[in-house]
């Protein structure tokens, strides 16, 4: 079982469209918790830390799940400029905090 | 603020070949990191720095050596390169926090013939 696991994608909504992306990870030690947006061909980029309380951020809403081991993220009033892979990142536990374990991505298309 | 600044933004060597990738970030950071991402596999950790004077071994280590040349500097090298070992590659640091994420450079587009 992989560490971080993600729905590859890709999804294809119209512009204006909310979309959910799930993401579990397996090891239940794991502290820290983001959601990072990579566009093609370019770096990784934080979209949003994941606390547990769930937070906002414009359109975008993230939550955590530690019972389940479960993170989403969910977009509304998609626009054209959020096609990009979203990249599900868990720390790897608590012997090697600063060690991120990066998700394959799901894949986002906004179309017009 | 340049962030986290990758040098060369692209390269092509032949195998045996080695090279060094260079690092450098203006954030005082002071954990350094060297991913490598290929195709259908997401980001693999090769390297990691947790602070200044240390190094440890990531994920898929093997074929590459870094060096923490001070606080704003971290390299990987690559003493013999391999076919195997084209792929992009990443540096990113972070705070020392284990609730800090990490910002990328730009990355390096590694090719070997």
């Known amino acids: 079982r992989k560490e971080v696991e993600q729905d590859p994608g890709p999804f294809n909504v119209p512009e204006g469209a909310t979309v959910a992306f799930n993401c579990t990870y397996s090891?239940?030690?794991?502290?820290?918790f983001f959601w990072y947006r990579q566009d093609c061909r370019k770096e990784p980029k934080l979209l949003m830390s994941v606390y547990s309380s769930g937070n906002e951020d414009g359109r975008f809403t993230a939550q955590l799940n530690r019972a389940s081991q479960y993170i989403s993220l969910l977009i509304r009033d998609s626009k054209l400029s959020d096609s990009a892979t979203y990249l599900c990142?868990?720390?790897?536990?608590?012997?090697?905090?600063?060690?991120?374990?990066f998700g394959s991505g799901t894949r986002l298309l906004v179309r017009p | 603020n340049a962030g986290v600044t990758q040098t060369p933004k692209f390269q092509v060597l032949k195998t045996g070949q080695s090279m060094t990738l260079q690092c450098a970030q203006d954030m005082n950071h002071n954990s350094m990191y060297w991913y490598r991402q290929d195709p259908g596999m997401g980001l693999r950790l090769i390297y990691y720095s947790a602070s200044e004077g240390t190094t440890d071994k990531g994920e898929v280590p093997n074929g590459y050596n870094v060096s923490r040349l001070n606080k704003r500097e971290f390299s990987l090298r690559l003493e013999s390169a391999a076919p195997s070992q084209t792929s992009v590659y990443f540096c990113?640091?972070?705070?020392?926090?284990?609730?800090?994420?990490?910002?990328f450079g730009d990355g390096t587009r590694l090719s070997i013939l």
């Open positions: 990142v868990v720390n790897s536990g608590m012997d090697s905090s600063y060690k991120l374990i």
């Open positions: 990113a640091s972070s705070q020392d926090s284990t609730y800090q994420p990490q910002h």
């Open positions: 090891n239940s030690a794991s502290q820290s």
